[in-house]
């Protein structure tokens, strides 16, 4: 029987495609608060979004993980049109 020569703690493909989804989901964050015209609001809304991706770092169960998926896609859409409103 041949042994892998991948480390232990090597992701799976399906893994690796959830990291992926999970770090575009923060780097849109990101960028649509970056478009806050309140310095302290866009502050808070940057320490917020770290605070939640760090706290939700360790989950591994598929489902919980594509639910924070999906709920970080909704407040996204949501701050998006907050803003979209906040220009007109």
């Known amino acids: 029987m041949a042994?892998?020569?991948l480390p232990p703690a090597t992701l799976?493909?399906?893994q690796f495609m959830r990291r992926q989804?999970?770090?575009l989901?923060?780097?849109r964050i990101l960028q649509a608060i970056r478009q806050v015209p309140n310095d302290s609001d866009r502050q808070?809304?940057?320490d917020w979004?770290?605070?939640?991706f760090k706290r939700n770092k360790s989950a591994t169960e598929e489902d919980t993980i594509r639910m924070m998926?999906?709920?970080?896609?909704?407040?996204?859409k949501e701050l998006?049109?907050?803003?979209?409103?906040a220009k007109s």
């Open 49 to 52: 979004a770290r605070e939640e």
């Open 12 to 14: 799976t493909l399906k």
């Open 69 to 76: 998926i999906t709920q970080g896609n909704m407040q996204l």
């Open 25 to 27: 989901l923060y780097r």
């Open 3 to 5: 042994t892998s020569r």
């Open 21 to 23: 989804q999970v770090l």
């Open 80 to 85: 998006e049109k907050t803003l979209a409103l």
């Open 44 to 46: 808070y809304l940057k």
